[in-house]
């Protein structure tokens, strides 16, 4: 499984952007990069998923480059409630395969 | 969208005892889930691997005899801790895949968690 290496807080205003990198040197042909977001007790939620170039929801945006060697989700104009951990997460998208989770990026939203 | 709850949702137990803790996908059925534990300030740690009507796989450094894992049902998965001791206090998490080719992602849905807490 690909390291994925994120930092480990980001302090952020409540209408700014948030960009959160991640890295992910070894990412493998058939890896797809997802995020999840988790707030304090409880379970993780699914933000967005990516295997390159840019991918856009309604909640978020995920740019790869083309050596897919790291992402960036970027969150836009964030309020107090995505205050949270976000974690990066890259593997194959078998069904039935295990999340392995990294330390995550705690973003602080402040007023 | 779907749905897996867990229950109950926090227990205090006195050590020695054994609390078990249920895992169901309430609108689909999972193929597999997976059962995470998580202490304060660190990350989901994959504890095991549970395919319905199977034993367990567990990772490495998992007492299977401790956590003991029952698939039993296309919708619900226990976890029995067995013996509890307070180092085993923490915050259990599972989540339930439903082995569908989802368009974008292994989709997988996680529970609120169970709070454990042993006196």
């Known amino acids: 499984l690909a390291k994925t290496t994120q930092p480990i807080s980001m302090d952020s205003y409540e209408g700014q952007e948030v960009n959160i990198t991640c890295s992910h040197n070894?990412?493998?042909?058939?890896?797809?990069i997802t995020w999840y977001q988790q707030f304090p007790s409880q379970g993780p939620r699914f933000i967005i998923q990516g295997y390159k170039t840019k991918v856009t929801n309604e909640v978020a945006s995920l740019f790869i480059p083309a050596d897919r060697k790291s992402s960036t989700l970027s969150l836009p104009r964030v309020s107090l409630s995505d205050t949270a951990v976000y974690y990066c997460?890259?593997?194959?998208?078998?069904?039935?395969?295990?999340?392995?989770f990294g330390k995550g990026t705690t973003l602080s939203v402040s007023s | 969208g779907a749905v897996v709850s867990q229950h109950p949702s926090w227990v205090i137990c006195k050590s020695g005892t054994s609390v078990k803790i249920e895992c169901r996908s309430l609108d689909f059925q999972a193929t597999t889930m997976f059962w995470y534990r998580q202490f304060p300030k660190q990350s989901l740690m994959l504890m095991a691997t549970?395919?319905?009507?199977?034993?367990?796989?567990?990772e490495q450094g998992v007492e299977k005899d401790k956590f003991l894992i029952n698939h039993a049902s296309l919708t619900l998965s226990t976890l029995t801790v067995t013996s509890a001791h307070p180092e085993d206090s923490s915050f259990y998490i599972c989540?339930?895949?439903?082995?569908?080719?989802?368009?974008?992602?292994?989709?997988?849905?996680f529970g609120p968690g169970t709070r454990l807490t042993v006196l």
């Open positions: 989540s339930a895949n439903s082995g569908r080719a989802a368009i974008n992602y292994n989709e997988q849905f």
């Open positions: 070894n990412i493998a042909t058939n890896d797809y």
């Open positions: 549970s395919n319905e009507g199977s034993k367990a796989t567990y």
């Open positions: 997460l890259v593997g194959d998208n078998q069904a039935g395969t295990a999340l392995i």
